[in-house]
């Protein structure tokens, strides 16, 4: 894999790239009427709706957010108000980056172009991506893709877009769920699995596997 020299990089964003605080969020919110050890569960609760909610047809992620808080509150019997879903939803363009991510990327930048496939809005992502300190040859979203990633339509469109076959990029996730998964199956054997904590690691999926950013021009030879 070290010899490898992708036609491109492929990153998902969130959680990979910039620092994903959305159970941050919910804290902010909801923290003084939980408990430590409740605020834990509504916050995997608050994951898995989120998860739930995007594996259909496309719909705005404001959209995604309401509808996961809304569930989440009422499985925890937290009152829900519409604006604080909207609050949660207006402070992912704030996020920046996971300190080891702007050298990270620009080392290899400088050798390969990075594409971005990310399950956001078009009117989010550009502010997050700005933040991440290296030039980005393409950034995809699920809004463009009129899908959100694990489904492969996703990944078929940024594919399409770059005019790309499976075997020509490195996608590069922290994520088995949203990305690893997918990738695999599609074909992309070349992956990196960048291990913040959020999963298990899975070795049946194929991949590098590294802590951080700071790791990546390694796997490429740089």
Sequence with gaps: MAQFRPKYITFDC?????????????CELYGDQLDEQAMQKFNADFTA??????LGDW?????????AVERTCRKHDVAFNAEDARKVYEKVPTWGPHPDVPAGLARVAREIPLVILSN???????????????????????????????RFKAFEYMLDQLNARPEDIL????????????????????????????????PYYGYTEIKDISGLPGVVGL
Excluded at 14 to 26: D, P, V
Excluded at 121 to 149: C, D, R
């Design 14 to 26: 969130y959680g990979t790239l910039t620092n994903f605080q959305m159970s941050q969020a919910a």
């Design 49 to 54: 709706y989120r998860m739930d909610e995007i």
């Design 120 to 150: 956001a809005m078009n009117e989010q992502i550009h502010s997050n991506v700005e933040k991440l300190g290296a030039p980005f040859h393409a950034v995809y979203t699920a809004q463009q893709a009129q899908a959100y990633k694990p």
């Design 171 to 202: 996608h590069v996730s922290s994520s088995f769920r949203y990305d690893l998964m997918s990738a695999h199956d599609l074909g992309i054997r070349n992956k990196v699995w960048v291990n913040r904590g959020h999963e298990p690691a899975n």
């Design 59 to 67: 719909k705005p992620y404001d959209e995604v957010i309401h509808n």
